[in-house]
């Protein structure tokens, strides 16, 4: 059972990895870069249509998974504790208090965009690097 879970933290992670690292590498710098009065709307729409079955089946199930190895592990596994801790504040902590509301205040105001921008970007780079980390943590304690 332990093993299943760790493959399809691994899996999730990465996936979650590749969706967030996008962000940073080209969405982001796409909508800096594009026509303001657009901009705004297209992560608007962005946000809505993220939140889809597929999407938070992955971005729920995979803190889930973290959870179980962390008490399911020995004390004595360093990479697969440091996995799952980064991944359990770094991914998803950082998301839920630090992404989600700015999108929530983004949907309200417009006049939040280029601030938005910003520190929603920032904080991305953080939960991509985080995500990236716990992935490779959980590849050294399979090794």
């Known amino acids: 059972m332990l093993n299943i879970a760790l493959v399809l933290f691994v899996v999730?992670?990465?996936?979650?990895s590749g969706i967030f690292f996008i962000f940073?590498?080209?969405?982001?710098?796409a909508l800096k870069e594009s026509a303001p009065k657009h901009n705004c709307q297209i992560m608007k729409d962005i946000n809505r249509i993220i939140i889809n079955p597929a999407f938070m089946l992955l971005f729920l199930t995979t803190p889930l998974l973290a959870v179980f190895l962390l008490f399911s592990s020995s004390f004595a596994s360093l990479f697969l504790?440091?996995?799952?801790?980064v991944h359990i504040i770094g991914?998803?902590?950082?998301?839920v208090t630090q992404n989600v509301p700015r999108n929530n205040r983004l949907e309200k105001t417009d006049d939040y965009w280029k601030t938005y921008?910003?520190?929603?970007?920032?904080?991305?780079h953080i939960r991509t690097i985080?995500?990236?980390?716990?992935?490779?943590?959980?590849v050294l304690y399979l090794l």
């Open 117 to 124: 921008l910003k520190e929603w970007t920032f904080w991305n």
């Open 81 to 85: 504790n440091l996995a799952t801790i």
């Open 130 to 138: 985080s995500a990236i980390l716990s992935t490779i943590f959980a």
């Open 91 to 95: 991914v998803f902590g950082i998301t």
């Open 12 to 16: 999730g992670n990465s996936l979650i």
């Open 24 to 29: 940073s590498n080209t969405i982001m710098k």
